[in-house]
Protein backbone atom coordinates (compact mmCIF):
# COMPACT_ATOMS: atom_id res chain seq x y z
CA UNK A 1 0.00 0.00 0.00
CA UNK A 2 1.50 3.18 -0.71
CA UNK A 3 0.25 6.94 0.31
CA UNK A 4 1.97 10.27 -0.53
CA UNK A 5 4.60 10.62 2.04
CA UNK A 6 2.69 13.98 2.72
CA UNK A 7 -0.54 12.99 3.28
CA UNK A 8 -3.90 13.13 5.34
CA UNK A 9 -3.29 9.56 6.24
CA UNK A 10 0.74 10.58 7.32
CA UNK A 11 -0.17 13.70 9.11
CA UNK A 12 1.78 15.94 6.34
CA UNK A 13 1.35 17.64 3.30
CA UNK A 14 2.11 15.92 -0.07
CA UNK A 15 4.91 16.53 -2.19
CA UNK A 16 5.80 15.73 -5.53
CA UNK A 17 8.65 13.17 -5.43
CA UNK A 18 8.12 11.16 -2.18
CA UNK A 19 6.37 8.35 -1.67
CA UNK A 20 5.18 5.88 1.02
CA UNK A 21 4.47 2.18 0.37
CA UNK A 22 3.16 -0.78 1.91
CA UNK A 23 2.50 -4.35 0.76
CA UNK A 24 0.45 -6.29 2.68
CA UNK A 25 1.96 -9.44 2.74
CA UNK A 26 5.82 -10.12 2.10
CA UNK A 27 4.86 -13.56 -0.06
CA UNK A 28 4.63 -13.14 -4.18
CA UNK A 29 2.40 -12.62 -5.72
CA UNK A 30 2.57 -9.09 -4.61
CA UNK A 31 -1.14 -7.24 -3.67
CA UNK A 32 0.08 -3.27 -3.97
CA UNK A 33 -2.49 -0.19 -4.08
CA UNK A 34 -2.29 3.15 -3.63
CA UNK A 35 -3.85 6.55 -2.77
CA UNK A 36 -3.47 8.07 -5.22
CA UNK A 37 -2.40 6.69 -9.20
CA UNK A 38 1.28 7.66 -9.13
CA UNK A 39 1.81 6.13 -5.55
CA UNK A 40 0.24 2.69 -7.33
CA UNK A 41 2.44 3.22 -10.40
CA UNK A 42 5.72 3.75 -8.28
CA UNK A 43 5.12 0.67 -6.08
CA UNK A 44 4.06 -1.00 -8.53
CA UNK A 45 7.08 -0.24 -10.38
CA UNK A 46 9.42 -1.23 -7.56
CA UNK A 47 7.69 -4.59 -6.71
CA UNK A 48 7.92 -5.72 -10.62
CA UNK A 49 11.79 -5.50 -10.27
CA UNK A 50 11.75 -8.09 -7.27
CA UNK A 51 8.96 -10.37 -7.59
CA UNK A 52 7.28 -12.79 -10.40
CA UNK A 53 3.58 -11.41 -10.07
CA UNK A 54 2.37 -8.29 -8.72
CA UNK A 55 -1.29 -7.55 -8.87
CA UNK A 56 -2.42 -3.79 -8.76
CA UNK A 57 -5.61 -3.54 -6.18
CA UNK A 58 -8.36 -0.57 -7.10
CA UNK A 59 -7.81 0.55 -3.46
CA UNK A 60 -6.80 0.61 -0.42
CA UNK A 61 -9.40 -1.44 1.38
CA UNK A 62 -9.33 -4.10 -1.55
CA UNK A 63 -5.92 -4.47 -0.43
CA UNK A 64 -6.42 -4.77 2.93
CA UNK A 65 -9.13 -6.75 2.74
CA UNK A 66 -7.99 -9.29 0.13
CA UNK A 67 -4.55 -9.73 3.12
CA UNK A 68 -6.84 -10.17 6.23
CA UNK A 69 -9.14 -12.54 3.82
CA UNK A 70 -6.43 -14.64 3.12
CA UNK A 71 -5.59 -15.13 6.67
CA UNK A 72 -9.10 -15.63 7.86
CA UNK A 73 -9.78 -18.18 5.10
CA UNK A 74 -6.66 -20.35 6.19
CA UNK A 75 -7.79 -19.73 10.35
CA UNK A 76 -11.64 -21.04 9.35
CA UNK A 77 -10.45 -24.25 7.26
CA UNK A 78 -7.92 -25.37 10.14
CA UNK A 79 -10.45 -24.44 12.97
CA UNK A 80 -12.48 -27.30 10.53
CA UNK A 81 -10.07 -29.54 10.37
CA UNK A 82 -9.30 -29.43 13.90
CA UNK A 83 -12.99 -29.56 14.75
CA UNK A 84 -13.28 -33.03 12.82
CA UNK A 85 -10.01 -34.04 14.04
CA UNK A 86 -11.72 -34.03 17.69
CA UNK A 87 -15.30 -35.95 15.98
CA UNK A 88 -12.97 -38.62 14.57
CA UNK A 89 -11.02 -39.49 17.04
CA UNK A 90 -14.57 -39.79 19.05
CA UNK A 91 -15.58 -41.89 16.52
CA UNK A 92 -12.56 -44.35 16.23
CA UNK A 93 -11.84 -42.97 12.71
CA UNK A 94 -8.44 -42.16 11.63
CA UNK A 95 -9.10 -38.36 10.60
CA UNK A 96 -5.47 -38.45 8.49
CA UNK A 97 -6.58 -41.38 5.98
CA UNK A 98 -10.06 -39.27 5.47
CA UNK A 99 -8.22 -35.96 4.92
CA UNK A 100 -5.77 -38.07 2.24
CA UNK A 101 -8.51 -39.22 1.04
CA UNK A 102 -10.78 -36.04 0.81
CA UNK A 103 -7.88 -34.20 -1.18
CA UNK A 104 -8.73 -37.10 -3.74
CA UNK A 105 -11.01 -35.00 -5.40
CA UNK A 106 -9.83 -32.98 -8.51
CA UNK A 107 -11.28 -29.63 -7.47
CA UNK A 108 -13.09 -27.74 -5.13
CA UNK A 109 -11.06 -29.39 -2.07
CA UNK A 110 -8.03 -27.58 -0.42
CA UNK A 111 -6.26 -30.00 2.53
CA UNK A 112 -5.55 -28.29 5.55
CA UNK A 113 -4.49 -30.59 8.49
CA UNK A 114 -5.10 -30.61 12.12
CA UNK A 115 -2.59 -29.27 14.68
CA UNK A 116 -2.37 -27.81 18.61
CA UNK A 117 -3.64 -24.59 17.09
CA UNK A 118 -2.87 -21.68 15.58
CA UNK A 119 0.28 -19.12 16.05
CA UNK A 120 2.39 -16.25 14.34
CA UNK A 121 1.40 -13.12 13.84
CA UNK A 122 -1.35 -12.98 11.32
CA UNK A 123 -3.57 -16.04 11.75
CA UNK A 124 -4.76 -15.21 15.28
CA UNK A 125 -4.59 -11.80 15.19
CA UNK A 126 -5.83 -10.30 11.86
CA UNK A 127 -9.43 -12.18 11.18
CA UNK A 128 -10.20 -11.29 15.08
CA UNK A 129 -8.88 -7.28 14.33
CA UNK A 130 -11.45 -7.82 11.02
CA UNK A 131 -14.31 -9.09 13.46
CA UNK A 132 -13.74 -6.52 15.78
CA UNK A 133 -13.60 -3.94 13.50
CA UNK A 134 -16.84 -4.69 11.98
CA UNK A 135 -18.69 -5.65 14.98
CA UNK A 136 -17.22 -1.91 16.32
CA UNK A 137 -17.99 0.34 13.40
CA UNK A 138 -21.21 -1.31 12.30
CA UNK A 139 -22.77 -3.69 14.68
CA UNK A 140 -22.45 -6.71 12.68
CA UNK A 141 -21.04 -9.71 13.85
CA UNK A 142 -18.81 -12.16 11.71
CA UNK A 143 -19.87 -15.09 13.37
CA UNK A 144 -16.89 -17.58 11.30
CA UNK A 145 -14.21 -15.82 12.80
CA UNK A 146 -15.89 -16.08 16.06
CA UNK A 147 -16.33 -20.05 16.20
CA UNK A 148 -12.69 -20.20 14.18
CA UNK A 149 -11.06 -18.41 16.79
CA UNK A 150 -13.11 -20.30 19.43
CA UNK A 151 -12.06 -23.61 18.64
CA UNK A 152 -8.27 -22.84 17.54
CA UNK A 153 -7.87 -21.15 20.87
CA UNK A 154 -9.13 -24.36 22.72
CA UNK A 155 -6.96 -26.65 20.39
CA UNK A 156 -3.66 -26.25 23.05
CA UNK A 157 -6.42 -27.69 25.72
CA UNK A 158 -7.44 -30.52 23.77
CA UNK A 159 -3.82 -31.62 23.23
CA UNK A 160 -3.25 -31.39 26.82
CA UNK A 161 -6.52 -33.70 27.87
CA UNK A 162 -5.42 -36.24 24.66
CA UNK A 163 -2.11 -36.18 26.76
CA UNK A 164 -3.52 -36.41 29.85
CA UNK A 165 -5.84 -39.04 28.76
CA UNK A 166 -3.17 -41.38 27.26
CA UNK A 167 -0.68 -41.20 30.34
CA UNK A 168 -4.10 -42.52 32.30
CA UNK A 169 -5.31 -45.42 29.93
CA UNK A 170 -1.56 -46.62 29.50
CA UNK A 171 0.61 -45.98 32.23
CA UNK A 172 -2.22 -45.40 35.02
CA UNK A 173 -0.72 -42.08 36.21
CA UNK A 174 -1.90 -38.57 35.98
CA UNK A 175 0.21 -34.98 34.18
CA UNK A 176 1.22 -34.25 37.62
CA UNK A 177 4.72 -35.40 38.59
CA UNK A 178 4.89 -37.00 34.88
CA UNK A 179 8.18 -36.57 32.70
CA UNK A 180 7.38 -34.96 29.65
CA UNK A 181 9.29 -34.40 26.39
CA UNK A 182 7.65 -31.61 24.12
CA UNK A 183 9.04 -31.21 20.81
CA UNK A 184 8.90 -27.80 19.44
CA UNK A 185 8.27 -24.38 20.58
CA UNK A 186 8.16 -21.70 17.49
CA UNK A 187 4.70 -21.80 15.55
CA UNK A 188 5.87 -23.72 12.58
CA UNK A 189 9.10 -25.56 11.43
CA UNK A 190 12.56 -24.16 10.38
CA UNK A 191 12.47 -21.02 12.61
CA UNK A 192 12.51 -19.57 15.85
CA UNK A 193 9.22 -17.42 15.66
CA UNK A 194 7.48 -18.35 18.90
CA UNK A 195 4.85 -15.40 18.66
CA UNK A 196 1.15 -16.74 19.54
CA UNK A 197 2.93 -20.38 19.28
CA UNK A 198 0.00 -23.17 20.17
CA UNK A 199 3.24 -24.77 21.62
CA UNK A 200 4.43 -22.80 24.27
CA UNK A 201 0.93 -22.71 25.37
CA UNK A 202 0.81 -26.67 25.64
CA UNK A 203 3.82 -27.11 27.66
CA UNK A 204 2.82 -23.99 29.72
CA UNK A 205 -0.58 -25.69 30.50
CA UNK A 206 1.06 -29.23 31.02
CA UNK A 207 3.85 -27.46 33.59
CA UNK A 208 0.47 -25.39 35.67
CA UNK A 209 -0.58 -28.85 35.90
CA UNK A 210 2.88 -30.20 37.67
CA UNK A 211 4.48 -31.61 34.72
CA UNK A 212 8.13 -31.68 34.35
CA UNK A 213 8.65 -30.91 30.46
CA UNK A 214 11.56 -30.39 29.09
CA UNK A 215 11.38 -28.57 25.41
CA UNK A 216 13.84 -29.35 23.07
CA UNK A 217 13.47 -26.76 19.60
CA UNK A 218 17.02 -26.46 17.99
CA UNK A 219 16.29 -22.78 16.68
CA UNK A 220 15.62 -21.49 20.48
CA UNK A 221 17.82 -20.17 22.87
CA UNK A 222 19.37 -22.83 25.45
CA UNK A 223 17.85 -22.43 28.60
CA UNK A 224 16.29 -24.16 31.85
CA UNK A 225 13.43 -26.86 30.65
CA UNK A 226 15.20 -26.11 27.65
CA UNK A 227 17.57 -28.38 25.18
CA UNK A 228 18.68 -28.15 21.30
CA UNK A 229 18.32 -31.59 20.84
CA UNK A 230 16.46 -34.53 21.25
CA UNK A 231 17.81 -36.60 23.83
CA UNK A 232 18.40 -40.33 22.52
CA UNK A 233 20.60 -43.00 24.11
CA UNK A 234 24.23 -42.81 24.22
CA UNK A 235 26.36 -45.66 25.12
CA UNK A 236 27.47 -44.72 28.94
CA UNK A 237 24.89 -42.21 29.45
CA UNK A 238 23.41 -42.76 32.85
CA UNK A 239 20.24 -43.29 33.54
CA UNK A 240 17.54 -40.76 33.21
CA UNK A 241 18.84 -38.90 30.36
CA UNK A 242 17.36 -39.92 27.35
CA UNK A 243 14.19 -40.11 25.60
CA UNK A 244 13.19 -43.59 26.84
CA UNK A 245 13.15 -42.03 30.08
CA UNK A 246 10.33 -39.96 29.82
CA UNK A 247 6.99 -40.80 30.61
CA UNK A 248 5.72 -39.62 27.32
CA UNK A 249 6.76 -37.42 24.01
CA UNK A 250 4.45 -34.67 22.65
CA UNK A 251 5.31 -33.61 19.01
CA UNK A 252 4.15 -30.06 18.43
CA UNK A 253 6.42 -28.62 15.75
CA UNK A 254 7.67 -31.27 13.33
CA UNK A 255 11.48 -29.07 12.44
CA UNK A 256 13.19 -30.84 10.02
CA UNK A 257 16.43 -31.67 12.32
CA UNK A 258 13.98 -34.13 14.64
CA UNK A 259 15.07 -37.42 14.15
CA UNK A 260 11.59 -39.42 14.13
CA UNK A 261 12.58 -42.46 13.00
CA UNK A 262 15.10 -42.88 16.08
CA UNK A 263 12.20 -41.19 18.24
CA UNK A 264 9.59 -43.81 17.22
CA UNK A 265 11.89 -46.53 18.03
CA UNK A 266 13.17 -45.14 21.93
CA UNK A 267 9.84 -43.33 22.89
CA UNK A 268 7.58 -44.90 25.20
CA UNK A 269 4.74 -43.33 24.19
CA UNK A 270 4.56 -40.23 21.68
CA UNK A 271 1.72 -38.13 20.81
CA UNK A 272 2.23 -36.83 17.19
CA UNK A 273 -0.11 -33.71 17.20
CA UNK A 274 0.77 -32.69 13.33
CA UNK A 275 0.64 -36.55 11.72
CA UNK A 276 4.24 -36.94 10.62
CA UNK A 277 4.60 -39.86 12.27
CA UNK A 278 3.36 -43.63 10.68
CA UNK A 279 0.92 -44.94 13.40
CA UNK A 280 2.14 -47.98 15.70
CA UNK A 281 1.16 -49.01 18.98
CA UNK A 282 2.70 -46.74 20.48
CA UNK A 283 2.13 -43.74 18.83
CA UNK A 284 -0.71 -41.26 18.34
CA UNK A 285 -1.75 -39.47 16.22
CA UNK A 286 -3.56 -36.50 16.66
Request: hydrophobic residues 40%; negative net charge; proline residues 8%.
Amino acid sequence: MVVPSRSPLSGTRSTSHLGRGRSPSPHSPKIVAGLTEDCLRRVKDFYDTVTDVTVPASGLEEAELAKVFENTYRHVNIALVNELSRMAHTLGVDVWHTLELAATKPFGFTRFLPGPGVGGHCLPIDPVYLSHHVKARHGQTFRLIELAQDINESQPDYVVRRLQDALSRRFRRSVHGARILALGAAYKPGTSDARQSPAVEVTDRLRQMGADVTVVDPYLPVADGTCPEIPFATPGAGPGTSVADFDAVVLLTPHAEFDLTQLAAEAAYVLDTRGVMAAAPHIERL
